[in-house]
């Protein structure tokens, strides 16, 4: 039997991890003043939400701020770090062989065009390099650098027919997930980490997820957003629609949750509600789970 202190599932654990360690790096801290890393200082339903979710989560205090760029940073790393505790444990309900690459400070070098579906794009980036003309056309509208991703490795034709003779050289000849047809990873899920939303942050996502949709040459991989935002105002600016983002992750939504209804706003609480029960926010801990289907 488990220790009580110490949940027993592998999720349960990562889940408290993940929180830890936005604590440990001072992602979540709370100021002197009261006002917790993720709010908004000049919005009182911002400010009294994140203080009760980071007082739940047992964040430090009187602990500065984190510059924009680097809580954003360190948020992103933090994030590709819990998937890669948790997903490539799911190889029961979705083999494969995974690896998650946090893109961080090489995004200028490393982008979806050097791998499939997207391979297609270094070509292109290679004629719009040596044609003025097409830069003035395109600019850099082809170009996709995202912060996290999960990309599957191909199938050698040996794993592919482990149980039984399923390929030969005679058919399935142009398959990517065949490593006798291509040796590029396959882009499975692409994440865009948002330590918190503005009206800037939530349409730059937006704007990604469709370039990753136009871009594509095949099957669309999964397109999440991940945020700290506490407001779910601006949660509902990014989650609510559907055609560009599968769905938006909370990192703590149920202690979201709790802080909304503590706080008493009707207007938020029924916001709130309206983006859980209509599928279009969840909790951190079911991400993993949901890039298995």
């Given at each position: 039997m488990s220790d009580a202190a110490t949940p027993g599932a592998l999720l349960t654990r990562a889940r408290q991890e993940f929180h830890n360690q936005l604590i440990l790096h001072e992602v979540l801290s709370v100021a002197g003043n009261g006002i917790a890393s993720n709010a908004d200082k000049s919005q009182?339903?911002?400010?009294?939400?994140?203080?009760?979710?980071?007082?739940?989560?047992?964040?430090?205090?009187?602990?500065?701020?984190?510059?924009?760029?680097?809580?954003?940073?360190?948020?992103?790393k933090i994030v590709a770090d819990f998937l890669s505790s948790t997903f490539p444990h799911f190889s029961s309900v979705r083999p494969g062989t995974w690896t998650l690459a946090n893109v961080g400070n090489s995004r200028k070098s490393e982008h979806l065009s050097r791998f499939e579906p997207y391979r297609h794009l270094a070509l292109l980036s290679d004629a719009v390099q040596a044609d003025p003309a097409l830069q003035a056309i395109?600019?850099?509208?082809?170009?996709?650098?995202?912060?996290?991703?999960?990309?599957?490795?191909?199938?050698?034709?040996?794993?592919?027919?482990?149980?039984?003779?399923?390929?030969?050289?005679?058919?399935?000849?142009?398959?990517?997930?065949?490593?006798?047809?291509?040796?590029?990873?396959?882009?499975?899920?692409?994440?865009?980490?948002?330590?918190?939303?503005?009206?800037?942050?939530?349409?730059?996502?937006?704007?990604?997820?469709?370039?990753?949709?136009?871009?594509?040459?095949?099957?669309?991989?999964?397109?999440?957003?991940?945020?700290?935002?506490?407001?779910?105002?601006?949660?509902?600016?990014?989650?609510?629609?559907?055609?560009?983002?599968?769905?938006?992750?909370?990192?703590?939504?149920?202690?979201?949750?709790?802080?909304?209804?503590?706080?008493?706003?009707?207007?938020?609480?029924?916001?709130l509600t309206a983006l859980v029960e209509g599928q279009r926010l969840r909790d951190i801990s079911d991400l993993p789970l949901d890039l298995c289907i």
């Amino acid at each position: 039997m488990s220790d009580a202190a110490t949940p027993g599932a592998l999720l349960t654990r990562a889940r408290q991890e993940f929180h830890n360690q936005l604590i440990l790096h001072e992602v979540l801290s709370v100021a002197g003043n009261g006002i917790a890393s993720n709010a908004d200082k000049s919005q009182k339903t911002s400010r009294d939400i994140a203080l009760h979710m980071a007082t739940r989560l047992g964040a430090h205090i009187e602990v500065q701020k984190l510059a924009g760029q680097q809580s954003g940073a360190t948020f992103e790393k933090i994030v590709a770090d819990f998937l890669s505790s948790t997903f490539p444990h799911f190889s029961s309900v979705r083999p494969g062989t995974w690896t998650l690459a946090n893109v961080g400070n090489s995004r200028k070098s490393e982008h979806l065009s050097r791998f499939e579906p997207y391979r297609h794009l270094a070509l292109l980036s290679d004629a719009v390099q040596a044609d003025p003309a097409l830069q003035a056309i395109l600019g850099n509208s082809y170009s996709i650098s995202p912060d996290v991703v999960v990309l599957r490795a191909p199938e050698s034709d040996a794993g592919i027919n482990a149980g039984g003779p399923l390929v030969d050289e005679h058919s399935g000849r142009f398959s990517i997930l065949r490593q006798a047809n291509q040796p590029h990873d396959i882009v499975h899920a692409v994440i865009s980490c948002k330590w918190t939303l503005r009206s800037d942050r939530a349409q730059n996502a937006r704007a990604e997820a469709l370039s990753i949709l136009r871009n594509r040459k095949g099957r669309a991989p999964h397109i999440v957003v991940v945020t700290g935002e506490p407001t779910p105002s601006r949660l509902a600016s990014l989650a609510l629609g559907t055609g560009d983002l599968d769905m938006v992750y909370h990192f703590a939504l149920p202690e979201l949750i709790e802080a909304v209804n503590a706080s008493g706003n009707d207007e938020a609480q029924a916001m709130l509600t309206a983006l859980v029960e209509g599928q279009r926010l969840r909790d951190i801990s079911d991400l993993p789970l949901d890039l298995c289907i």
